[in-house]
T-cell receptor, first 112, second 115 residues
Framework: NAGVTQTPKFRILKIGQSMTLQCTQDMNHNYMYWYRQDPGMGLKLIYYSVGAGITDKGEVPNGYNVSRSTTEDFPLRLELAAPSQTSVYFC???????????FGPGTRLTVT | AQSVTQPDIHITVSEGASLELRCNYSYGATPYLFWYVQSPGQGLQLLLKYFSGDTLVQGIKGFEAEFKRSQSSFNLRKPSVHWSDAAEYFCAVGAPNQAGTALIFGKGTTLSVSS
């Protein structure tokens, strides 16, 4: 099992550009999450999904969109990138509510 | 609302010395509890978890944690720290019966190991 994979590992965007961060898991987990991690701030939840076709906002959803068409994939879309979106983004999956989450290696995004 | 507090932002420990990282949580019932470790440039790796039962849980890499309901704490310990333990450590809580909720993470404690 590869677990949770994320692409790309690094990306530099210009202000106003858009991009999609990819996340795939091969553990057949229903729950998937997107976090951003900023220095000294821990992890903040952007969006989550409890199954294919079902998504919901987390703590910091503004400027992002998600979709979940399959169990395996949970892409995160950034529209009109802003410097405030410079961060490290982690995707995670979980077998159920409250259980441990399995994290991908992260995507380091810089918006200049 | 649920919350997690890690009071120590940065701790330095000598190699071979013991370690204790503090974690306090706020939750109405007994939550699920986790410790994760993040090495520089890496994702988060689960060290250990507590769901129920024995309040002293063993994890990977020689770590253990003790759940104390009366103190709402779940402190992480290691009897002898190795240089490779230098990393950032996150405590997290999960709500067992709230559908769709994610884990709540503390802000992390950075561990440095001196020789």
């Amino acid at each position: 099992n590869a677990g949770v994979t994320q692409t790309p590992k690094f990306r530099i965007l210009k202000i106003g550009q858009s991009m999609t961060l990819q996340c795939t898991q091969d553990m057949n987990h229903n729950y998937m999450y997107w976090y951003r991690q900023d220095p000294g701030m821990g992890l903040k939840l952007i969006y989550y999904s409890v199954g294919a076709g079902i998504t919901d906002k987390g703590e910091v959803p503004n400027g992002y969109n998600v979709s979940r068409s399959t169990t395996e994939d949970f892409p995160l879309r950034l529209e009109l990138a802003a410097p405030s979106q410079t961060s490290v983004y982690f995707c995670a999956s979980s077998p159920g509510t409250g259980f441990e989450q399995y994290f991908g290696p992260g995507t380091r995004l810089t918006v200049t | 609302a649920q919350s997690v507090t890690q009071p120590d932002i940065h701790i330095t420990v000598s190699e071979g010395a013991s370690l204790e990282l503090r974690c306090n949580y706020s939750y109405g019932a007994t939550p699920y509890l986790f410790w994760y470790v993040q090495s520089p440039g890496q994702g988060l790796q689960l060290l250990l978890k507590y769901f129920s039962g024995d309040t002293l849980v063993q994890g990977i890499k020689g770590f253990e944690a003790e759940f104390k309901r009366s103190q709402s704490s779940f402190n992480l310990r290691k009897p002898s720290v190795h240089w490779s333990d230098a990393a950032e450590y996150f405590c997290a809580v999960g709500a067992p019966n709230q559908a769709g909720t994610a884990l709540i993470f503390g802000k992390g404690t950075t561990l440095s190991v001196s020789s």
